[in-house]
T-cell receptor, first 115, second 111 residues
Framework: GAVVSQHPSWVICKSGTSVKIECRSL??????MFWYRQFPKQSLMLMAT?????????EQGVEKDKFLINHASLTLSTLTVTSAHPEDSSFYIC???????????FGPGTRLTVL | GQQVMQIPQYQHVQEGEDFTTYCNSS?????IQWYKQRPGGHPVFLIQ?????EVKKQKRLTFQFGEAKKNSSLHITATQTTDVGTYFC???????????FGTGTRLQVTL
């Protein structure tokens, strides 16, 4: 199946700093990628849809100025958490549609801890 | 907005027992996908159901889509420790193929 990678797998940062997370489709091209956030023992919440060559589409309640998304190529989308605060600590996962029946392939996730 | 609830939230079974998780929507679903997330891991696609009343099997796993397309179930026969994880149902919608996830059912299997 299609492979999606994420980097870094975990990051610890100080409050007020910015953190960039990369999501890559390794063996296929993805015009659309998705960013999710998952808190412990909870479901995945879609944050935004990343569109190659155009602006991301954010879900209701997600601050676009805080979670900057850039989809500069068909294999790379980045999520930057700006001015991170402890409440932003979470598991961030990206995905892309890579199959014939619109199944999504997920990256391994990035665990962000903001001190 | 649409809510997709799953029950139970958590189930602990002994190896060899059966397990079922139910997915219920307040609105008609265009399709239902099932994903499995191992502890510390990421969701992995299991299957998609599209037709009313559809039933699909994968070895010990049986997936059903309700006649009204508002509910779905995943049944595991004779659970094994490798079945441990959280099972999510999700609807794939729109031209962008967005996923709306259910609340998930966490399965624990002990010997």
């Amino acid at each position: 199946g299609a492979v999606v990678s994420q980097h870094p797998s975990w990051v610890i940062c100080k409050s007020g700093t910015s953190v960039k997370i990369e999501c890559r489709s390794l063996d296929f091209q993805a015009t659309t990628m998705f960013w999710y956030r998952q808190f412990p023992k909870q479901s995945l919440m879609l944050m935004a849809t990343s569109n190659e060559g155009s602006k991301a589409t954010y879900e209701q309640g997600v601050e676009k100025d805080k979670f900057l998304i850039n989809h500069a190529s068909l294999t790379l989308s980045t999520l930057t958490v700006t001015s991170a605060h402890p409440e932003d600590s979470s598991f961030y996962i990206c995905s892309a549609n890579g199959g014939t029946i619109n199944e999504q392939f997920f990256g391994p996730g990035t665990r962000l801890t903001v001190l | 907005g649409q809510q997709v609830m799953q029950i139970p939230q958590y189930q602990h079974v002994q190896e060899g027992e059966d397990f079922t998780t139910y997915c219920n929507s307040s609105t008609t679903l265009s399709n239902i996908q099932w994903y499995k997330q191992r502890p510390g891991g990421h969701p992995v696609f299991l299957i998609q159901l599209v037709k009313s009343g559809e039933v699909k099997k994968q070895k010990r796993l049986t997936f059903q889509f309700g006649e009204a397309k508002k509910n779905s179930s995943l049944h595991i026969t004779a659970t094994q420790t490798t079945d441990v994880g959280t099972y999510f149902c999700a609807e794939n919608t729109g031209t962008a193929s967005k996923l709306t996830f259910g609340t998930g059912t966490r399965l624990q299997v002990t010997l």
